[in-house]
């Protein structure tokens, strides 16, 4: 995963005062490292996520939030899914929304707000947040 490294390497670049390379475990955040909050939209067919999924586990640097996007009958979307909910079960830096199929966007925009804002709210309350306010002359 490309893009998952770039940022990684992007991230401790900028904050390179703070963070340690190492030639063969490369970039460790240091205390003043500042977190990085990440939202990922993943379709799950990237050749190497097995390897994306064990860096998740000891993640300890940034908050991500994983959108796993597939359609239906996906044999490797159920095994990443299932991996992907392991890992954010274990591990509190990491959240992870499922959507396969025809997911409601309703349903998908409050888990994303709920899980990567950290915005503790129902889906009553989010219903009432979408509602128009009243039309006043």
Same mark, same amino acid.
């Given at each position: ?19 340690? %390379?190492?030639?063969? %475990? ?6 003043? !490292? ?30 991500? !939030? ?36 025809? !997911?409601?966007?309703?349903?998908? !925009? ?8 950290? %915005? ?14 009243? %039309?006043?002359?």
């Amino acid at each position: 995963m490309t893009g998952w490294q770039k940022v990684k390497e992007l991230h401790f670049q900028k904050h390179s005062e703070s963070a340690t %390379y190492h030639p063969v %475990y490369g970039w460790q955040a240091g205390p003043q !490292t500042p977190m990085l909050r990440l939202l990922l939209l993943l379709d799950g067919e990237a050749q190497d996520m097995d390897e994306f999924e064990l860096d998740l586990l000891g993640l300890s640097w940034a908050h991500v !939030t994983i959108f796993l996007i597939g359609v239906d009958g996906c044999p490797h979307h159920h095994r990443h899914a299932n991996e992907l909910q392991r890992i954010s079960d274990v591990n509190h830096h990491v959240s992870f929304v499922d959507a396969q199929g025809n !997911t409601p966007e309703r349903y998908v !925009t409050h888990e994303l707000l709920k899980r990567h804002l950290g %915005y503790d709210i129902s889906m009553r309350e989010f219903e009432e947040m979408e509602e128009l306010p009243a %039309y006043t002359e």
